[in-house]
């Protein structure tokens, strides 16, 4: 068991944006365009707007881990 | 493993349906997914034709962006002239390419764009109010698609909207695949030239805009030079005059040819923000790109692309691929496209992407809503595709309207 976490390297990222688009309650854009995380364990009902995100970042700056099956 | 005798076909291809890509990319898909062709000098590069092959491809690390590369490859010898002459970060690998692009994340962010809403909302009405005085049939292209992300783009920038004829003969120098390298040449440097007169303007009398935003950030403080600026200006300023254009005019083509689904996109805010992203799945203008050079031999999907081969990730072939879109030559504004490539994937993904987006998810209702039966009234043959250009689209689009709603 474990939990479902979110991270974020801010040097991979290159301000995008896809993340605060399909997931504005896990992240958003600090005053230089790059990505803050807001949640890093976020909600169940969040979990696949997560996933999505990690999967549209073009610079592979979002990972997720998920909870042992 | 292949290794290719016969003489390999020429690239880029010609469409045989104007509204979709070249009937080449499915054949190599489903035979051959990375395919051998030869450039206009007669290199041989390769086509990467799958969503996966494509999205692996532009974050290796073994595949550089350098448009200075000898190796890039390009569609014309014009391109090749003016990539070997690329400064700004669109054409650099990391770590050059973050360092520049970083100083101008944040004005393009998605919060600040969305801010824009309304603005980009009152430019789009301000069209339509001419448009709907004009004799019929009107050109949707020169009417709308055209002035539309110009104005955007002046207003955001701080040009003044009279350059943007100059602005867009610069741009589809660049884009275009019949001009001469000389041709193509000076007007990148014309354009350079023109924008570091706007960067000496604002430091005379900034503004709220972009120009004056980063002079005061980045250049007066020493981290970029006005000649760097300039060629970075001139990137944007191309890439947002000539690529949401293209997406305009084609795009309201394709609704006009799908009328439940342009009634959905009038009707149902809702369905814009995904009807948007499949729009740009279906259209993807940029079609000959994102590009690489291998650094070094690489096998893709059994295929070895040889140290210094060029590819070619085609994004308008990846976003239809069946193995990632069901169906993918039909139009459908309800899918959920979002993952699609038409910004491109790795790091030198569309800057102007959210602006992008929300032009197109304000123009696109506006246009329906506000000009009842909006129809294509061309003749066969009178609609002119952008067969002579690097991204694609429509020179003109004839429409017609009419002033009551029949629903």
């Given at each position: 068991m474990?939990?479902?976490?979110?991270?974020v390297?801010?040097?991979l990222?290159?301000?995008?944006?896809?993340?605060v688009?399909?997931?504005?309650?896990i992240?958003?854009?600090?005053?230089?365009?790059?990505?803050?995380?807001?949640?890093?364990?976020?909600p169940p009902?969040?979990?696949?707007?997560?996933?999505?995100?990690?999967?549209l970042?073009?610079?592979?700056?979002?990972?997720?881990?998920?909870?042992?099956? | 493993?292949?290794?290719?005798?016969?003489?390999?076909?020429?690239?880029?291809?010609r469409r045989t349906?104007?509204t979709?890509?070249?009937?080449?990319y499915?054949?190599?898909?489903?035979?051959?997914?990375?395919?051998p062709?030869?450039?206009w000098?007669?290199?041989?590069?390769?086509l990467?034709?799958r969503?996966?092959?494509?999205?692996a491809?532009v974050?290796?690390?073994r595949?550089?962006?350098?448009?200075?590369n000898?190796?890039?490859?390009a569609?014309t010898?014009?391109?090749?002239?003016?990539?070997?002459?690329?400064?700004a970060?669109v054409g650099m690998?990391?770590?050059?390419?973050?360092?520049?692009?970083?100083?101008?994340?944040?004005?393009f962010?998605a919060r600040?764009?969305?801010?824009?809403?309304?603005?980009?909302?009152?430019?789009?009405?301000?069209?339509i109010?001419?448009?709907?005085?004009?004799?019929?049939?009107?050109?949707?292209?020169a009417h709308m698609?055209?002035?539309?992300?110009?104005l955007v783009?002046?207003?955001?920038v701080?040009?003044?909207?009279?350059?943007?004829?100059?602005?867009m003969?610069?741009?589809?120098?660049?884009h275009?695949?019949?001009?001469?390298?000389?041709?193509?040449?000076?007007?990148?440097?014309?354009?350079?030239?023109?924008?570091?007169?706007?960067?000496?303007?604002?430091?005379?009398?900034?503004?709220?805009?972009?120009v004056?935003?980063?002079v005061a950030?980045?250049?007066r403080t020493?981290?970029?030079?006005?000649?760097?600026?300039?060629e970075?200006?001139?990137?944007?300023?191309?890439?947002?005059?000539?690529?949401?254009?293209?997406?305009?005019?084609l795009?309201?083509?394709?609704?006009?040819?799908?009328?439940?689904?342009a009634?959905?996109?009038r009707?149902?805010?809702?369905?814009v923000?995904?009807?948007?992203?499949e729009?740009?799945?279906?259209?993807?203008?940029?079609?000959?790109?994102?590009?690489?050079?291998?650094?070094e031999?690489v096998?893709?999907?059994?295929?070895?692309?040889?140290?210094?081969?060029g590819?070619?990730?085609?994004n308008?072939a990846?976003?239809r691929?069946p193995?990632?879109?069901?169906?993918?030559?039909?139009?459908d504004?309800?899918?959920?496209?979002?993952?699609?490539?038409?910004?491109?994937?790795g790091i030198?993904?569309c800057l102007?992407?959210?602006?992008a987006?929300?032009?197109?998810?304000?123009?696109?209702?506006?246009?329906?809503?506000?000009?009842?039966?909006?129809?294509?009234?061309?003749?066969?043959?009178?609609?002119?595709?952008k067969d002579?250009m690097?991204i694609?689209?429509v020179?003109?689009l004839?429409?017609?309207?009419?002033?009551?709603?029949?629903?």
């Amino acid at each position: 068991m474990g939990t479902f976490k979110v991270a974020v390297d801010e040097d991979l990222c290159i301000g995008a944006g896809q993340c605060v688009l399909v997931a504005p309650q896990i992240f958003d854009q600090d005053d230089r365009g790059l990505v803050i995380l807001l949640d890093a364990t976020p909600p169940p009902a969040l979990h696949e707007a997560a996933r999505k995100a990690a999967k549209l970042c073009p610079a592979r700056a979002i990972t997720i881990e998920e909870p042992d099956a | 493993m292949h290794e290719d005798f016969a003489p390999l076909p020429r690239f880029p291809f010609r469409r045989t349906d104007p509204t979709q890509p070249p009937a080449e990319y499915a054949r190599a898909r489903a035979t051959r997914p990375v395919y051998p062709v030869s450039l206009w000098d007669g290199r041989r590069a390769w086509l990467l034709t799958r969503y996966d092959d494509v999205r692996a491809v532009v974050a290796d690390p073994r595949f550089s962006g350098e448009f200075a590369n000898p190796g890039f490859p390009a569609v014309t010898a014009a391109r090749v002239v003016v990539d070997r002459n690329e400064r700004a970060f669109v054409g650099m690998d990391n770590p050059r390419h973050d360092h520049y692009r970083r100083m101008f994340t944040n004005e393009f962010s998605a919060r600040r764009m969305m801010a824009l809403r309304p603005k980009i909302a009152a430019i789009g009405n301000r069209l339509i109010d001419d448009l709907l005085t004009m004799a019929q049939p009107a050109d949707l292209v020169a009417h709308m698609a055209v002035p539309f992300p110009s104005l955007v783009m002046c207003d955001l920038v701080g040009s003044p909207y009279e350059d943007h004829v100059f602005i867009m003969e610069c741009a589809a120098a660049r884009h275009g695949l019949t001009q001469t390298p000389d041709q193509a040449e000076r007007k990148a440097r014309e354009l350079a030239g023109y924008f570091l007169q706007l960067i000496e303007r604002k430091e005379q009398a900034p503004g709220d805009d972009f120009v004056s935003r980063i002079v005061a950030e980045h250049v007066r403080t020493g981290n970029l030079s006005r000649e760097d600026f300039a060629e970075v200006g001139a990137m944007i300023l191309r890439a947002g005059h000539d690529t949401t254009t293209n997406m305009i005019g084609l795009g309201t083509l394709l609704l006009l040819d799908h009328p439940e689904q342009a009634a959905a996109v009038r009707d149902d805010p809702e369905v814009v923000p995904g009807a948007i992203e499949e729009l740009l799945r279906y259209v993807s203008p940029v079609q000959f790109a994102p590009r690489r050079v291998a650094l070094e031999d690489v096998e893709i999907a059994g295929v070895l692309i040889r140290k210094g081969e060029g590819v070619f990730a085609l994004n308008p072939a990846a976003n239809r691929d069946p193995a990632m879109f069901d169906d993918p030559d039909r139009l459908d504004v309800r899918r959920d496209a979002s993952h699609h490539l038409a910004f491109g994937f790795g790091i030198h993904q569309c800057l102007g992407q959210m602006l992008a987006r929300i032009e197109l998810q304000v123009v696109f209702p506006l246009l329906l809503q506000r000009m009842p039966n909006l129809r294509v009234a061309a003749s066969e043959g009178e609609i002119r595709f952008k067969d002579d250009m690097q991204i694609y689209g429509v020179h003109n689009l004839p429409v017609a309207w009419s002033w009551a709603r029949s629903r």
